[in-house]
């Protein structure tokens, strides 16, 4: 079986390379046909690392045929979905814009009756459960609904579960009191064994549900989008589409926060969104 790219710098190299996109292409195009999961706008190189990965995992001779398996083999179609959707994702990850939506974003939602929230690709809960502390705090949770959404019905079981690995207290501890936590963070959950779980008076206000941000059209109109570390793996196309549902869906005045490697800037929609606060992805729609 030839590696990718072994030939690269060789005469053929740019032909391999051709071939390899064509069978990618194909194999995404079949997913989509086959099942509906539209992958044909995740970055390139992040979905043949991924695709590779999958044919040496299942001792394929080429990606046409994992194209031929995933067609006729469920479990391996599942697997495949299962390689590409990443869901690394901590409690109050990058502390700083937690804060930030803390110090600029709660003194003016302590103004508003009621307050709708959407975390689409929330993972496996980590960020939601995050803002559900943080709402508590400043006492904005009652007046709030929080939708969280993933395109992976797997990890949100697991959100709807509330249980988080005890060994990841100590990061997510030290994050919350960066983001400017006011209690004592181990109030929050109880621990058992291995796990620990969150009190569900956190998830009370918090409807899970699978949506697809590449399919899907918008579900409500929210005062607060948080998409943060989902559209990094898109490509500048598909991140174009999903800014302009994210566009749709914000009310105005409304915000939106994004990955610390995602940004509004540069995009079609940037002049209609202002910065709050300083350095943080975190924008507020003005027009
Ligand atoms: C790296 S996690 C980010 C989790 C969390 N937002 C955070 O920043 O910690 C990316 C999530 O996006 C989800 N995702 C990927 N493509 C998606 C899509 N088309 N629609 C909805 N969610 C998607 C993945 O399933 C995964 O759970």
């Keep these: 079986m030839r590696e990718p790219n072994e030939k690269f710098g060789q005469p053929g190299a740019e032909i391999d390379e051709e071939l390899e996109r064509i069978e990618i292409e194909l194999l995404l195009q079949g997913l989509y046909r086959w099942c509906g999961y539209d992958y044909r706008g995740y970055a390139y190189s992040s979905i043949r690392r991924r695709v590779w990965h999958r044919v040496h995992a299942e001792s394929l001779p080429s990606i046409s045929a994992l194209q031929a398996?995933?067609?006729h083999d469920a479990a391996c179609l599942g697997r495949l979905l299962a390689d590409f959707s990443i869901n690394v994702t901590e409690m109050f990850r990058d502390p700083a814009f937690f804060l930030c939506f803390r110090e600029n974003v709660v003194?003016?939602?302590r103004t508003y009756p009621s307050i709708r929230i959407w975390h689409a690709g929330c993972s496996t809960g980590e960020e939601v459960y995050s803002m559900a502390i943080l709402l508590q705090e400043e006492g904005l949770y009652d007046k709030a609904r929080i939708y969280a959404t993933d395109i992976n019905p797997d990890v949100l079981s697991a959100a709807k579960a509330g249980e988080f690995p005890l060994g990841s207290m100590r990061t997510y501890t030290s994050n919350y009191q960066r983001a400017?936590?006011?209690n004592a963070f181990s109030d929050y959950y109880l621990a058992a064994h291995?796990?620990?779980?969150?009190?569900?008076?956190?998830?009370?206000n918090i409807v899970f549900a699978q949506?697809?941000?590449v399919t899907d059209g918008s579900i409500n109109e929210f005062h607060v989008i948080l998409c943060r570390n989902v559209m990094i793996y898109f490509n500048k196309a598909l991140q174009e589409k999903v800014?302009?549902?994210f566009y749709q869906s914000l009310g105005m005045l409304g915000f939106i926060g994004l990955?610390?490697?995602e940004t509004i800037a540069y995009t079609s929609r940037s002049d209609c969104y202002a910065a709050v606060g300083p350095d943080q992805r975190l924008y507020r729609k003005i027009k």
Excluded: A, M, T, W
């Design 69 to 71: 398996k995933v067609l």
């Design 107 to 109: 003194p003016l939602l």
């Design 180 to 182: 400017g936590g006011k």
């Design 194 to 204: 291995d796990k620990v779980i969150f009190h569900p008076s956190l998830s009370r």
């Design 211 to 213: 949506h697809n941000l």
């Design 243 to 245: 800014l302009e549902l």
């Design 259 to 261: 990955g610390d490697k």
